[in-house]
């Protein structure tokens, strides 16, 4: 999906309130390295580097290419934990997992070989909410929940 060049003023526009003005040729420069991105990462990387950057002089094309990989993160992030319209969808229907009650997690019992003992583990259940939650791990590992082995979906009736 390229971006329009009305779409990409837009942007560096609102970039501009808050730094030195970009100037034509380099704004031309800016549209064509950047054009190639989905307009709603560039508007959210904007909004991330009016939040977080510190410097007068406008970014440069990596610094803008960052804070768009960081936004693209944080919109597959917000996506994949929409949860809540699951849980939302049926509510006032009771549990529609038997296994999670509708919490996404499982506690399973297992062995642990250095310790010589059985203990208990939360792992991500099968159904839709359980799904859910670890995609949204997975898209981003770092926000929330602590490193998980890639067993999802494994304890399924």
Same mark, same amino acid.
Do not use: Q, Y
């Given at each position: &999906?390229?971006?329009?060049?009305?779409?990409?003023?837009?942007?560096? $526009?609102?970039?501009?309130? =808050?730094? %030195?003005?970009?100037g034509d040729i380099k704004a031309e420069l800016y549209y064509e390295r950047l054009k190639e991105n989905d307009f709603n990462v560039l508007w959210k990387a904007c909004t991330i580097l009016l939040d977080n950057y510190k410097y007068k002089r406008f970014?440069?094309?990596?610094?803008?290419?960052?804070? &768009?990989?960081?936004?693209?993160?944080?919109i597959k992030y917000a996506k $994949?934990?929409?949860?809540? =319209?699951? %849980?939302?969808?049926?509510?006032?229907?009771?549990?529609?997992?038997?296994?999670?009650e509708d919490t996404g997690w499982v506690v399973v019992n297992e062995y642990d070989e250095f310790y010589k003992q059985e203990h208990e583990r939360a792992v991500n259940c099968s159904c839709p909410i359980g799904r859910a939650r670890y995609?949204?791990?997975?898209?981003n590992p770092s926000k929330d929940l602590p490193p998980m082995k890639d067993r999802a979906y494994e304890y399924e009736d």
């Open positions: &999906m390229i971006i329009t060049k009305s779409e990409f003023n837009k942007c560096m $526009a609102r970039l501009e309130t =808050a730094t %030195e003005p970009l970014p440069s094309i990596g610094e803008i290419k960052d804070a &768009m990989h960081d936004a693209d993160r944080s $994949a934990c929409e949860v809540g =319209a699951l %849980e939302k969808e049926h509510f006032g229907e009771g549990p529609r997992c038997s296994r999670c995609d949204a791990w997975r898209t």
